[in-house]
């Protein structure tokens, strides 16, 4: 997943393929051992952020953001954009990123 506004994303393959970006790996929320699941689920684990069913995305899917790293443009265009989250889903991904920083730094 890429973590960037929808037009950030837009302007950085349109216009220059070194435009940086952060991304994430998408991950099965039941490949995840014990009962690590249940806790994303339920939205326990700061580290996973569970995705809404939203076609054509299937449920059961999070993005893991311990993970997150750098990259470029030219390197992510290649890749089939599935859908991109609304002005809701960007404020809830931005609480969910600061909470987990502030946790690392201050828990």
């Known amino acids: 997943m890429i973590v960037a ?3 950030e994303v837009e302007k950085g393959l ?3 393929p070194t435009w940086p970006f952060s991304v994430a790996p998408m991950i099965e929320i039941d490949t ?8 994303v689920r339920e939205r326990k684990f700061l580290r996973y952020w569970p995705l ?9 899917w999070a993005v893991d ?7 470029i443009a030219q390197e992510v265009r290649a890749g089939n954009r599935l859908v ?6 960007q404020a809830a991904l931005a609480g969910r990123l ?10």
């Not at 953001?65 to 990259?71: F, M, S």
């Not at 600061?98 to 828990?107: A, H, Y």
């Open 84 to 89: 991109s989250i609304d002005d809701r889903g």
């Open 32 to 39: 995840l051992p014990n009962q690590e699941p249940q806790f």
């Open 65 to 71: 953001l311990d993970l997150v790293q750098p990259t």
């Open 52 to 60: 809404p069913e939203v076609a054509p995305l299937q449920e059961g």
């Open 14 to 16: 349109l216009r220059r």
């Open 5 to 7: 506004h929808n037009c």
């Open 98 to 107: 600061l909470n987990l920083v502030s946790w690392r730094e201050f828990g």
